[in-house]
């Protein structure tokens, strides 16, 4: 049974991107016409997802260039089949899985969440994936992991911003165990019932809503079960800036801005600031994970 938050609820089934859909990425999710009768205050929480060219044509890739628009013009070379992702460290059945066999067992579903850069920018996604804990179950846990560590394919033929040294190649990001375990945690291999795009990070990347949009790291390649806090780049590149957490605090300002308003990708002319939520808006879900921190501390 798909995990529903409470305000994943919508979809604009006036978007002519939800009528394409292919075999591996079906629609589980409510549809548009779900929201018929539903009460105002649901209706008031929904989200209402960014169009597929916002959500495609403004990205955070480094791999690809450091612009907005670089990912969307080069990561067309990135292969993306056949694909393999190693599972190692602190597991029953390490091994290298390919990506089609993993799709084969996982349950897609439809999650449509908000993602929220550090940046002080948002949008909201119709993703579509499966829980990273099915996957991370698939593999065995064994009893001695408490970090996931994951890293980024490093390709210097197919990514051109591999040979800048912005950040510290390959890509890499890690999670608690409890937080990788989350139902709200997913790996997304679709948008809007397609594919992935490659400058999205095909053709499986990390969603973690509730944190700043630089842990949901893209084409992922390994992921490693281990005791130990594993590295992440944007903390080893600036440690004052970037925590090993990086939950989604607008109490907590960056040392060069605020966070507590973002900025709503697209819109046009309607383009809004709106404030952000602890926890991206994910508390009610999320918030007990961090019983005992600090929340006006950085973490
Ligand atoms: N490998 C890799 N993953 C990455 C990044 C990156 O540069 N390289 N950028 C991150 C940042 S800062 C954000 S905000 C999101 C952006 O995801 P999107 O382009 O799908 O909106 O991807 C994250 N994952
Ligand atoms: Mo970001």
């Known amino acids: 049974m798909a995990y529903r938050w409470k305000n994943t609820l919508t979809r604009d089934d006036a978007t002519p991107e939800a009528v394409f859909m292919n075999r591996r990425q079906i629609i589980a999710g409510l549809s548009g016409a779900a929201l018929v009768g539903l009460p105002d205050i649901a209706r008031a929480q929904a989200l209402e997802p960014n169009s597929w060219e916002d959500i495609t044509s403004y990205n955070n890739y480094y791999e690809f260039g450091t612009r907005k628009e670089d990912p969307a013009r080069n990561a067309h070379m990135l292969t993306t089949s056949p694909w393999k992702v190693r599972i190692d460290g602190m597991v029953d059945r390490p091994g290298d899985y390919d990506f089609a066999d993993i799709m084969a067992k996982m349950t897609i579903e439809e999650r449509i969440y908000r993602l929220r850069c550090v940046e002080a920018w948002s949008m909201v996604v119709p993703w579509n994936g499966f829980e990273l804990a099915d996957l991370l179950r698939m593999a065995g846990v064994k009893p001695q992991a408490k970090y996931v560590a994951f890293e980024t394919a490093l390709r210097p033929d197919e990514m051109p911003g591999v040979n800048s040294r912005v950040l510290d190649w390959p890509y890499v990001e890690g999670l608690r165990l409890d937080e990788a375990m989350h139902p709200l945690t997913i790996m997304a291999t679709g948008l809007y019932g397609k594919d992935i795009p490659n400058q999205n990070g095909a053709p499986m990347r990390l969603v973690v809503p509730w944190k700043y949009g630089f842990k ?27 925590g090993f957490y990086s939950n989604v605090n607008p109490n907590v300002p960056h040392r060069r801005w605020s966070q507590d308003s973002e900025r709503v990708v697209g819109g046009g002319l309607f383009a809004k600031r709106v404030p952000t939520q602890m926890f991206n808006g994910y508390a009610d879900e999320v918030a007990g994970l961090y019983e005992g921190m600090n929340l006006a501390k950085f973490y």
């Open 216 to 242: 949901s790291i893209k084409s992922i390649v390994r992921i490693t079960l281990t005791d130990t806090q594993p590295p992440t780049s944007w903390n080893k590149s600036n440690a004052r800036e970037y």
